[in-house]
């Protein structure tokens, strides 16, 4: 089966530009979850959506952020005007129950 | 607030060598441990959990909650077990996980 999908690999954007990161769920995964790993730090939580709700949006940095997951099928994270501390590389995960989560390749963004 | 400590940020050793990383972790609660891993162009997989108690590729983990630990063990290292591991948990009635900053394990020849 195809894994989690996250488009694209690299972005490379100028401050104060838009981004948007788009993620592919494995099929029938319920459960999508966004993290990022800012360079020299943890990967931390951002949000989870559990269909097409959010489940926990406790990790969402600001208002910049802005995930949806319409239909409960992809989900896309846009970031608003993107900043420099935005820069790092965004893990998406699903799970079918939510035990194991299982991750995508992630999008490296780099905001110059 | 709920922690993971992988005090390591990298570990060196010698192809069969004994081989652990560190994982410890500050949560008041009952969490459920993990270790994933990242190899090389590959992305982050999941290597164990404390609940299923199992083996995999010769890597233990024991959870030991008096000392709050989880620490990833192998008796004897090889060269393709070079990569980047994160110890991880995740809380009673959450599903988010909390991620250590990662251990580098490179393994010589």
């Known amino acids: 089966e195809a894994g989690v999908t996250q488009f694209p690999s690299h972005s490379v954007i100028e401050k104060g530009q838009t981004v948007t990161l788009r993620c592919d769920p494995i099929s029938g995964h319920d459960n999508l979850y966004w993290y990022r790993r800012v360079m020299g730090k943890e990967i931390k939580f951002l949000l989870h959506f559990v269909k097409e709700s959010k489940q926990d949006e406790s990790g969402m940095p600001n208002n910049r952020f802005l995930a949806e997951r319409t239909g409960g099928t992809y989900s896309t994270l846009k970031v608003q005007p993107a900043e420099l501390e935005d820069s790092g590389v965004y893990f998406c995960?699903?799970?079918?129950?939510?035990?194991?989560?299982?991750f995508g390749a992630g999008t490296r963004l780099s905001v110059l | 607030a709920q922690r993971v400590t992988q005090p390591e940020k990298l570990l060196s050793v010698f192809k069969g060598a004994p081989v652990e990383l560190k994982c410890n972790y500050s949560y008041s609660g009952s969490p459920e441990l993990f270790w994933y891993v990242q190899y090389s162009r590959q992305r982050l997989q999941l290597l164990l959990r404390?609940?299923s108690r199992e083996s995999i590729k010769g890597f233990t983990a024991d959870l030991n909650k008096g000392e709050t630990s989880f620490h990833l063990k192998k008796p004897f290292a090889q060269e393709e077990d070079s990569a980047m591991y994160y110890c991880?948990?995740?809380?009673?009635?959450?599903?988010?996980?909390?991620f250590g900053t990662g251990t580098r394990l490179l393994v010589s020849p």
């Open positions: 995960a699903s799970s079918l129950n939510g035990n194991i989560q299982y």
């Open positions: 404390h609940i």
């Open positions: 991880a948990l995740s809380l009673t009635g959450f599903q988010k996980l909390v």
